[in-house]
């Protein structure tokens, strides 16, 4: 197995080309065989309902080399579950547990070359995504779909050291309605949200925190990633309809309770930020991404979390915990790796 000339430090989150991807396609109510394809690219009908009614959903996962070379994919299963509730969303099949098992477990072992070594903190990133497919030109849910499993390795999301950054709130946009689809994993979702986060990155932040779109009271998520505060010793974070129930921040509130912290899942109003010790987004990309401080840009209101502007201990202690768990460095007790 010959190894790629990759320098895993300096890819970023970009795409880079690996061997092989996984598919598999949903025809006359049923489930195919997995196919392994070795081209990036698809062939699909331009009336397909992914490309104008943005029926798609996807997933994000990674796969670590371990201190002691094994290969461990974090929570598998409910990365599997997750795409279900966000098929159920968007009218599509579900994709049964098993497929979605075998074909990331498939994807990543055909890949094997590309996920970074140990030492160099990147990983192999892993995206699964169901998309309609098929001729369609009215609006209603395709009869066909078409599901991909394909990797990239990335870098670490900290090149320079763990590290805190500055949100911004805009209120002059939401990424999702009340009741619409933020509780799912679908891309347009994150069509909705671009404006937005192309205008915080102007602004010169590192990234956009959502307010809850009825009332614009409460916290919703940040971004891509689920928000937390830590008060004492207390983890709060948002309870909505609208957001996205991120993996890790189930996987960090499992650990807080192994701490013997207290978690509070509520909805989470505006002014309590001047009441937290500490701040962070979290997602599978950063794990935890600590937050300084957060500007409410409309209003003109800054709420300082860090004023030394550094990681906070409980972030720092979560962050260590959840990432020796990936790495195999602590007991996996939960289960939430599965070894390949
Ligand atoms: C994927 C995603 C997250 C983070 O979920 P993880 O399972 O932790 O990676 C948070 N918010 C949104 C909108 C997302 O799409």
Redesign the pocket.
């Known amino acids: 197995m010959n190894t790629p000339d990759i320098d895993w430090e300096s890819i970023g989150f970009n795409y880079v080309a690996t061997d092989f991807n996984v598919r598999c396609t949903y025809k006359n109510g049923s489930w195919g065989k997995l196919r392994i394809c070795d081209s990036p690219n698809i062939n699909i009908s331009i009336a397909s309902s992914c490309l104008h009614y943005g029926q798609e959903a996807f997933e994000?996962i990674k796969a670590f080399r371990g201190h002691d070379g094994q290969i461990r994919i974090f929570r598998l299963e409910e990365n599997a579950q997750r795409l279900q509730a966000s098929c159920d969303g968007l009218v599509m099949p579900q994709v049964p547990t098993e497929l979605f098992t075998e074909a990331v477990i498939q994807a990543v072992k055909l890949n094997e070359r590309f996920i970074p070594p140990y030492e160099s903190g990147a990983t192999l990133y892993i995206r699964p995504l169901i998309i309609g497919v098929g001729h369609l030109l009215g609006v209603r849910p395709a009869a066909e779909y078409e599901f991909i499993v394909f990797t990239s390795p990335i870098s670490s999301y900290f090149k320079t050291g763990f590290s805190a950054t500055k949100a911004g709130i805009l209120r002059g946009y939401d990424r999702s309605a009340p009741l619409g689809t933020g509780c799912y994993?679908v891309g347009g979702?994150y069509a909705s949200g671009m404006r937005a986060g192309v205008r915080i990155h102007e602004l010169g932040y590192s990234s956009i925190i959502y307010l809850d779109p009825k009332e614009k009271k409460y916290i919703d998520?940040c971004g891509?990633?689920?928000f937390f505060g830590i008060r004492g010793d207390t983890y709060i974070t948002p309870k909505s309809r609208s957001i996205?129930p991120?993996?890790?921040?189930n996987s960090l509130m499992q650990l807080c309770r192994d701490f013997g912290w207290a978690v509070e899942q509520r909805p989470v109003p505006v002014d309590e930020l001047s009441t937290f010790d500490e701040a962070a987004s979290?997602?599978?990309a950063a794990v935890v991404c600590p937050i300084s401080q957060i500007d409410d840009i409309d209003t003109g209101h800054s709420y300082i979390i860090a004023k030394d502007g550094r990681p906070g201990p409980k972030c720092t202690k979560l962050y260590n915990h959840l990432r020796d768990i990936q790495y195999g460095r602590t007991d996996d007790t939960h289960g939430w790796n599965t070894l390949i």
């Open positions: 994000g994993k979702n998520e891509a990633a689920n996205l991120s993996i890790t921040n979290c997602g599978t």
